[in-house]
């Protein structure tokens, strides 16, 4: 049996909305597993980049994309580019229960701090697009609306900017 304290320390971590209980793994089988599952997928976590890009990309992991805000605190004397993982990396991220027509969507945020140069989001390979402005100028905040449209597809478009 757990411990109720343990169980407050799920409920409790930030960017979870409803913590998955040890032991119970989301499946389409149990549908409030499944939908816990989901609901955390929408909470943002903020992953920060640090250090010096290697050259002028700099890659994405699903993990991170999927934390919902990207905070780039980087150094780069020039033009840089963000690529996404692979579709097929991003939808692995996700679970098994996930809806796969064009109805799940989630917030991506990236937000360029002082880097002193303008960044590009670019897709990961031919099944992801992004639609509208993909530049992220320095001292700004980049919102995109990541809609899972198929199986096999992912679409990346833009909401909008913010200057810092």
Same mark, same amino acid.
């Given at each position: 049996?757990?411990?109720?304290?343990?169980?407050?320390?799920?409920?409790?971590?930030?960017?979870?909305?409803?913590?998955?209980?040890?032991? =119970?793994?989301?499946? +389409?089988?149990?549908? /409030?597993?499944?939908?816990?599952? %989901?609901?955390? $997928?929408? #909470?943002?976590?903020? @992953?920060?980049?640090?250090?010096?890009?290697?050259?002028?990309?700099?890659?994405?992991?699903?993990?991170?994309?999927?934390?919902?805000?990207?905070?780039?605190? =980087?150094?780069?004397? +020039?033009?840089?580019? /963000?690529?996404?993982?692979?579709? %097929?990396?991003? $939808?692995? #991220?996700?679970?098994? @229960?996930?809806?796969?027509?064009?109805?799940?969507?989630?917030?991506?945020?990236?937000?360029?701090?002082?880097?002193?140069?303008?960044?590009?989001?670019?897709?990961?390979?031919?099944?992801?697009?992004?639609?509208?402005?993909?530049?992220?100028?320095?001292?700004?905040?980049?919102?995109?609306?990541?809609?899972?449209?198929?199986?096999?597809?992912?679409?990346?478009?833009?909401?909008?900017?913010?200057?810092?």
């Amino acid at each position: 049996m757990l411990r109720l304290s343990s169980v407050l320390q799920q409920w409790l971590r930030p960017g979870v909305l409803f913590p998955n209980l040890t032991g =119970v793994a989301p499946s +389409a089988a149990v549908p /409030l597993s499944a939908l816990w599952h %989901n609901a955390n $997928l929408v #909470a943002p976590t903020p @992953v920060t980049k640090t250090g010096a890009l290697s050259g002028n990309n700099q890659a994405l992991t699903a993990a991170e994309v999927l934390q919902g805000v990207i905070f780039l605190d =980087v150094t780069n004397g +020039a033009g840089f580019t /963000l690529t996404l993982p692979s579709t %097929n990396s991003l $939808l692995s #991220a996700f679970s098994n @229960v996930l809806v796969k027509d064009g109805t799940f969507a989630k917030e991506v945020t990236v937000v360029n701090n002082n880097i002193g140069q303008t960044g590009t989001l670019t897709a990961g390979d031919g099944s992801t697009t992004i639609t509208g402005t993909a530049t992220i100028a320095t001292n700004t905040t980049r919102r995109f609306l990541m809609t899972v449209t198929s199986g096999t597809t992912i679409n990346f478009r833009n909401m909008g900017s913010l200057s810092l």
